[in-house]
């Protein structure tokens, strides 16, 4: 067990693995009055095209959703390999004036999901392009093109390693899914602990030092002794096997020691 003044100490980043885990499902039932957010001056939305696939891993591995590249190909096959004539009207890229993709969503769909919803897939903005207003611009085009499309609600996965982006949803009137409230309860007392957001409420705040994972805490800090410059690392489950992760800031591996 981590020493509890060190857990108190310990700041979150906006996509920290070291946070522990909970599946956050959010839905909105009524799409009436959804906000509208402009982009800031310089960029412009553009839809997926053939060969973008480089780009959305790109995207997605500067946000930290990704280490290695094969990461990003197995994604990329689970959620889109044969859709990609769908994603030319519902896939979103944000680009500067560069024509550099600096950010992605997606107005897509669950097919196990048959209540008819919507899906806000895949948000995403490199870390250099964070903290601009593009992230919740980019929410608010990809909403209501879902609108256009027809759904009569949308949903959205995420977690509570990635608090900034819930907090966000929940700006957005997205609510915890009734199903995923009591399956996640501790997670949504998590994520009420970090954002201290009204929508939350009803869930009991995990006091601060319960909210970390101390074994992804332990990787952290055993990684970091090896690597000063350690940037973030990801903990896989492949097949029983687990495999860690890591980059730095000159360049990525995989941690083969013990623990």
């Given at each position: 067990?981590?020493?509890?003044?060190?857990?108190?100490?310990?700041?979150?980043?906006?996509?920290?693995?070291?946070?522990?885990?909970?599946?956050?499902?959010?839905?909105?039932?009524?799409?009436?009055?959804?906000?509208?957010?402009?982009?800031?001056?310089?960029?412009?939305?553009?839809?997926?095209?053939?060969?973008?696939?480089?780009?959305?891993?790109?995207?997605?591995?500067?946000?930290?959703?990704?280490?290695?590249?094969?990461?990003?190909?197995?994604?990329?096959?689970?959620?889109?390999?044969?859709?990609?004539?769908?994603?030319?009207?519902?896939?979103?890229?944000?680009?500067?004036?560069?024509?550099?993709?600096?950010?992605?969503?997606?107005?897509?769909?669950?097919?196990?999901?048959?209540?008819?919803?919507?899906?806000?897939?895949?948000?995403?903005?490199?870390?250099?392009?964070?903290?601009?207003?593009?992230?919740?611009?980019?929410?608010?085009?990809?909403?209501?093109?879902?609108?256009?499309?027809?759904?009569?609600?949308?949903?959205?996965?995420?977690?509570?390693?990635?608090?900034?982006?819930?907090?966000?949803?929940?700006?957005?009137?997205?609510?915890?899914?009734?199903?995923?409230?009591?399956?996640?309860?501790?997670?949504?007392?998590?994520?009420?602990?970090?954002?201290?957001?009204?929508?939350?409420?009803?869930?009991?705040?995990?006091?601060?030092?319960?909210?970390?994972?101390?074994?992804?805490?332990?990787?952290?800090?055993?990684?970091?002794?090896?690597?000063?410059?350690?940037?973030h690392f990801r903990v896989l489950e492949e097949d029983g096997q687990e495999r860690i992760l890591y980059c730095t800031e000159s360049g990525t591996g995989e941690w083969k020691g013990t623990l």
């Amino acid at each position: 067990m981590e020493d509890r003044e060190e857990l108190i100490n310990l700041k979150p980043d906006n996509h920290d693995m070291r946070l522990k885990y909970y599946e956050l499902i959010l839905e909105r039932s009524s799409l009436d009055d959804l906000s509208c957010y402009p982009l800031p001056e310089g960029y412009r939305y553009v839809y997926y095209r053939e060969g973008d696939k480089k780009d959305w891993i790109a995207i997605e591995t500067s946000a930290r959703e990704f280490i290695l590249p094969e990461e990003g190909e197995s994604a990329w096959k689970r959620y889109y390999a044969g859709k990609e004539k769908e994603l030319e009207e519902r896939m979103f890229f944000v680009e500067t004036s560069d024509g550099e993709k600096a950010a992605t969503a997606t107005a897509f769909y669950d097919p196990q999901d048959l209540s008819g919803a919507g899906w806000l897939h895949w948000v995403a903005v490199k870390r250099e392009y964070q903290g601009k207003g593009i992230a919740k611009a980019l929410i608010s085009h990809t909403l209501h093109r879902l609108k256009e499309l027809g759904y009569p609600s949308i949903r959205i996965p995420t977690q509570t390693n990635t608090w900034v982006a819930a907090r966000l949803y929940l700006d957005f009137g997205f609510r915890p899914a009734v199903k995923n409230a009591l399956a996640s309860q501790k997670g949504y007392g998590i994520l009420r602990t970090l954002t201290g957001h009204p929508a939350l409420e009803g869930f009991e705040p995990v006091p601060y030092e319960e909210i970390w994972d101390s074994r992804m805490v332990k990787i952290e800090k055993m990684l970091r002794e090896q690597y000063a410059d350690l940037v973030h690392f990801r903990v896989l489950e492949e097949d029983g096997q687990e495999r860690i992760l890591y980059c730095t800031e000159s360049g990525t591996g995989e941690w083969k020691g013990t623990l």
